[in-house]
């Protein structure tokens, strides 16, 4: 964790600094540290959970009032389309908002039927104290979202250290917890480098850390949480398969591939990436999927950085050396990679083991059920999947043998607050969302009495 980060915002269509944001000082990261731990002694284990529901509540409403201009900034920090951006502001919203109304449910304490014995168990949920947050620049409000709205419900205070291109929309999160009535310290945003993280995961008084982000930063951030014994929860990415069996409309699956696969201009850790297409279908679909593929050319978004977008040509570039092919309607510009479709990746290819984080989809031709879902579990990485199908049977037997935290059948986009979210593998492990997301940092604490 040598590498030191430089806090920007550098406009992703032409590798310009926008402006530079110092990093923090040593002082202040211990200051953020000891903010927190004061705040979860002080204030979030003694309040109650209706109190801090209240408080939740009102973040998801600020998110709503606030989103035009949330927006707008992440549009500017990483090229994120607007309407991209608020619809990713509103999800998270529904996340604060449905911790806030479940809270109290989830926290209630839960009776254990005793073997034998007289008196009572029950295991009661509560906070463990300071938590790190390391987020990545993908998702800068939602992630966020993920991470705290559970954590705050349950009563932990939280140090959060963004991705360096998110200087404003973390700003504006710390601006939006304090409006919201937070007291100091429950949600500190620190602009830190990676020594300066690393120290705060060995500090004493955090907790646990969750990180968002590559499978070698979440492997080097899980060592160190590891030799200080702290938690981890981790989602270190996806080359989701999206597994087409049968259809009784290829034009609707063909639209849910481009759905899932274009979002965010293919920035996303659990959009299908390869596309596994039985033989009879293959054909139809590679020629609709290319077509609508290629129409994007000119309305896509930059990729983050110029050096995200340089990065998925060479990842291209490999795969063609080889023998693979690919199709796109013009040349990288910049930032702007052409959207574009892979075919004849050998299984055996390196490159096929790769994430392409980019606007690249890789469609494979399979000739049964069972070599479907060896080309789906032939991966590394274990996030989500996809499997459309039209028989009922085949869709779950197929889900229960992929091999993903993760599978949606006949549909993209299901995501929700109450589902609970991660993977598998080198995907990471853990969970967010739903009632897994607020076990994850809780203390599980049985109580057992002798009589009632």
Not at 42 to 66: F, G, K, P, Q
Not at 236 to 246: C, E, H, Q, T
Not at 375 to 402: C, H, K, M, W
Not at 415 to 438: D, M, Q, T, Y
Request: charged share 25%; glycine share 10%; with cysteine.
């Amino acid at each position: 964790m040598a590498k030191r980060h430089v806090y920007a915002v550098v406009d992703p269509a032409d590798g310009k600094l926008v402006k530079e944001y110092p990093t923090a000082t040593d002082e202040a990261v211990e200051g953020a540290v000891d903010a927190a731990a004061e705040a979860y002694a002080r204030w979030s284990r003694r309040t109650s959970v209706e109190r801090r529901a209240e408080l939740l509540n009102t973040v998801a409403s600020l998110h709503d009032e606030r989103s035009a201009r949330l927006a707008e900034i992440i549009h500017r920090e990483m090229g994120k389309p607007v309407d991209e951006a608020v619809a990713e502001v509103e999800f998270s919203a529904s996340i604060y908002r449905y911790y806030a109304e479940n809270a109290a449910k989830f926290l209630t304490d839960e009776p254990i039927g005793l073997l034998e014995g007289e008196g009572a168990a029950f295991v009661r949920r509560q906070p463990i104290g300071v938590l790190l947050g390391i987020m990545p620049w993908n998702y800068p409000y939602y992630q966020v979202a993920r991470f705290a709205a559970p954590n705050l419900a349950l009563g932990n205070t939280i140090v959060l250290k963004h991705a360096s291109q998110c200087p404003e929309s973390s700003a504006a999160l710390q601006q939006l917890f304090t409006d919201a009535g937070f007291p100091q310290g429950c949600y500190v945003n620190v602009h830190a480098t990676g020594e300066q993280i690393a120290r705060a995961i060995e500090d004493p008084r955090v907790q646990g850390v969750s990180f968002t982000g590559s499978e070698r930063a979440g492997a080097e951030v899980a060592g160190k949480a590891g030799r200080a014994l702290k938690k981890v929860v981790l989602e270190l990415g996806g080359s989701d398969p999206f597994v087409v069996l049968s259809t009784d409309d290829l034009d609707a699956t063909v639209r849910a591939a481009v759905e899932t696969r274009f979002e965010n201009a293919g920035q996303a850790c659990n959009a299908g990436k390869r596309f596994i297409v039985a033989e009879d279908l293959y054909d139809a679909f590679l020629d609709k999927f290319t077509e609508k593929v290629l129409a994007l050319t000119d309305g896509l978004a930059p990729l983050s950085s110029v050096a995200a977008a340089e990065y998925v040509e060479e990842q291209v570039g490999r795969a063609v050396a080889d023998g693979a092919a690919f199709v796109a309607a013009r040349q990288r510009e910049g930032a702007y990679f052409p959207p574009g479709v892979l075919t004849g990746v050998s299984p055996a290819s390196p490159s096929a083991a790769e994430e392409l984080f980019g606007p690249v989809a890789t469609v494979y031709r399979v000739g049964s059920e069972d070599e479907a879902v060896e080309l789906a579990n032939a991966t590394p990485y274990g996030l989500g999947s996809y499997v459309f199908t039209t028989d009922a049977e085949q869709a779950l037997r197929v889900a229960d043998r992929i091999e993903a935290g993760m599978v949606f059948v006949n549909g993209v986009g299901l995501e929700g607050a109450e589902l609970p979210f991660g993977g598998v593998k080198s995907s990471g492990f853990g969970r967010e969302l739903g009632r897994a997301g607020i076990d994850e940092f809780a203390n599980k604490k049985l109580i057992r009495t002798a009589r009632t």
